[in-house]
């Protein structure tokens, strides 16, 4: 029996293993997550039976250990050397040149790899099996951080095949991919805590927790670029050839590395990175060139702590410091208030950088930022640039905090930043001239007022050419105007006339919905014409008035209360009716004449018949609520053509489905 669990242990071993290896070395998994997961478990569930059968080496036994009370200091057997930088192709060339010169050739041959913003590791093999691993340090005295490196899947415990040598130190570099990065910054300001400035930042701080189980749920990842103490092994004589051996025995390399010949080969791959930099899975900040050539480097030797074979040329700087000289306010083209960061000019990420956003008083408040603070700056790309940290032990005096306005700059409206909800805005939506373009496009969609040929290119030309300032001078405009336009035949100029006229008949939900008030969507405005039947009503209710429609809550009654009491809203509504714009009027409706009132449908598919949203208008008119996502509170599924996943979870949770032919059936009972 005890056989049969070892060589069960040992299949279970080596296939982990073999799904490691071509998940994190050839990045070409072979099994879902779900299988791999169920491998585990089972090697897991073998070994709590058969404890004396567990090895260091198990891929079980990467967590586990007890939390180290400090890190113990390692002495480097062969020195981890720094790189000497090139910041210009001159830099390169005057490198280039000292190679030739050094070993007497005319064309040198260099392997090529990005240089990765994390941490540098030294990994200690013994017989294959990883011994111990440590920091860089000084170069010469790292920190132990073995138990925190065993976490790192990417990392075998134990090295693949039997060709390694006996002893077999590897180089590397510890990094946080950039997908890791940004959730592990969204769990820390949920959880309240601070965020990392950068995946550098955050990789090392992950790698030096003294309890491995916290470093265990970052999501770290591991690429070797070269070897330090070999015992048992004669070096190949190429350093790409040393790579490949460390890529067969399990070990990840950087996929972007390649073997370039010459300056114009180490040119061509600087520039060539530099184009996907902002693509590739994790931050690089530059290149490494080292000879690959192994006796070339050996005639090249050291210079102080550094190697005359090889160079860094590095990318231009996306982090850099400068004054925060003032906090503006800009007025999106929704309403929303976005406080801009003024900047002292800096050169930053290959541009200069004189404004970086600062997203919302939240943030600000995270930052601590306030005028005439040293703050540090980083660009990525063609990522905005943004503020990532305030130096304050560069801040002098008590500098004021900043707090949003409580009117908008741009129309002087009251502003409103609700429960839940991180942006501010202003509620001067049918005034406000930052809002303008956006507020009319919406009001002349097909949903709401439905102004057939309005297009939105057509409506930032009026607006542009200074015809409309709101949405109520649309009902002003006059063949004669439209026709002056560019590309507007006078065909199309009455059309667009003909069918404004035909939009002022509506109904009272389309209007509300037209109005483009803060999170007031059409099947609310449905719900609140339902309920209060009259425009005046609704304008006039209070908040306990609006928390008695069904499904209203708090934040859509302030947004109500706040968008009508605004006079600049109060007046654009009245040129509205002025102007003609009516509905039916709406009578009460006992519940014998609302059949459907209680009941919750999903219109999921195209219906031949009508539109979805004519059959959404039509259920809601008979009491029912619509709903968009399918839920065990679902009381009926209609399902037009093409429905997709809606109609296989109404199945799979045994809710009631109409075919088109069902449901008008029902609509006409």
Not at 79 to 107: H, K, T, W, Y
Not at 254 to 269: A, M, T
Not at 296 to 308: D, H, K, L, T, W
Request: charged share 25%; net charge negative.
């Amino acid at each position: 029996m005890s056989k049969q669990v070892q060589q069960r242990i040992d299949e279970l071993r080596e296939e982990i293993n073999s799904h490691n290896y071509s998940y994190y070395v050839l990045d070409a998994p072979e099994v879902p997550d779900s299988e791999y997961d169920r491998l585990l478990k089972e090697l897991s569930e073998i070994e709590q039976k058969h404890p004396e059968l567990i090895t260091p080496d198990s891929p079980t036994q990467r967590v586990g250990a007890t939390p180290l009370d400090s890190f113990t200091e390692v002495q480097h057997e062969v020195p981890m050397l720094s790189l000497g930088n090139a910041f210009s192709d001159q830099d390169l060339s005057d490198f280039d040149r000292r190679i030739r010169e050094g070993v007497e050739s005319d064309m040198i041959e260099y392997a090529a790899e990005p240089k990765l913003d994390g941490l540098a590791i030294s990994l200690l093999y013994k017989n294959g099996v990883l011994e111990r691993a440590a920091t860089r340090g000084d170069g010469r005295t790292g920190e132990d951080v073995t138990l925190n490196i065993r976490t790192i899947d990417a990392i075998p415990l134990k090295l693949r095949g039997k060709d390694y040598p006996a002893v077999l130190e590897v180089r590397g570099e510890v990094v946080m991919p950039k997908t890791g990065f940004e959730k592990l910054n969204q769990q820390q300001i949920k959880k309240g805590e601070k965020p990392f400035v950068n995946p550098r930042n955050a990789a090392a701080g992950s790698l030096r927790q003294l309890d491995p189980k916290i470093t265990a749920t970052r999501p770290l990842s591991f690429y070797s670029y070269g070897v330090g103490l070999v015992d048992g092994m004669v070096l190949p004589n190429k350093h790409s050839k040393m790579m490949d051996r460390l890529k067969s025995w399990g070990l990840r390399i950087n996929p972007e590395s390649q073997v370039v010949k010459g300056l114009k080969g180490c040119i061509s791959y600087y520039e060539s990175l530099a184009d996907k930099r902002n693509s590739l899975p994790d931050e690089i900040d530059g290149i490494v060139y080292k000879v690959d050539n192994v006796k070339f480097q050996e005639i090249m030797g050291f210079v102080s702590r550094a190697p005359r074979w090889a160079i860094a040329r590095k990318f231009p700087a996306q982090e850099e410091m400068t004054k925060l000289i003032a906090i503006d306010i800009q007025v999106g083209r929704t309403g929303a208030l976005t406080p801009v960061a003024r900047l002292e000019p800096v050169f930053v990420g290959g541009v200069t950088v004189s404004n970086a956003t600062l997203h919302n008083q939240d943030e600000i408040d995270r930052l601590d930022a306030r005028a005439g603070d040293t703050v540090i700056v980083r660009r990525a790309g063609d990522v905005i640039p943004q503020i990532v940290s305030v130096v304050k032990s560069k801040r002098s005096g008590k500098p004021r905090r900043f707090h949003m306005p409580t009117a908008c700059p741009v129309c002087g409206s009251e502003t409103a930043r609700f429960e839940d909800e991180a942006v501010t805005f202003c509620t001067g939506g049918l005034f406000c001239e930052a809002q303008r373009k956006e507020a009319i496009k919406h009001f002349a969609s097909r949903r709401a007022m439905n102004v057939d040929g309005l297009g939105d290119k057509l409506v930032e030309q009026l607006v542009d050419e200074g015809l409309i300032n709101t949405i109520a001078d649309l009902y002003h405009l006059k063949v004669e105007d439209l026709v002056q336009l560019e590309r507007m035949a006078e065909k199309s100029a009455k059309n667009l006339v003909t069918s404004l006229e035909t939009s002022k008949k509506t109904s009272l939900a389309r209007f509300i919905f037209a109005l483009g008030i803060h999170s007031i969507g059409e099947t609310t405005a449905q719900t609140l014409a339902n309920h209060f039947l009259s425009l005046d009503k609704i304008m006039n209710a209070d908040k306990e008035q609006l928390l008695e429609v069904p499904d209203i809550g708090p934040i859509v009654a302030d947004n109500l209360i706040t968008f009508f009491k605004q006079q600049h809203n109060l007046e654009v509504v009245e040129q509205l009716l002025a102007m003609g714009i009516s509905w039916p009027t709406i009578k009460q409706k006992s519940k014998t004449e609302q059949p459907l009132t209680g009941k919750t449908f999903v219109v999921t598919g195209t219906l031949e018949s009508m539109g979805r949203n004519d059959a959404k208008a039509a259920l809601q008119e008979l009491g029912a609520k619509v709903s968009g996502s399918v839920s065990k509170k679902t009381d009926y599924v209609v399902i037009g053509e093409n429905p997709g996943s809606k109609a296989t979870k109404a199945q799979d949770l045994g809710i009631t489905t109409l075919d088109e032919t069902a449901f008008i059936a029902l609509l006409n009972q």
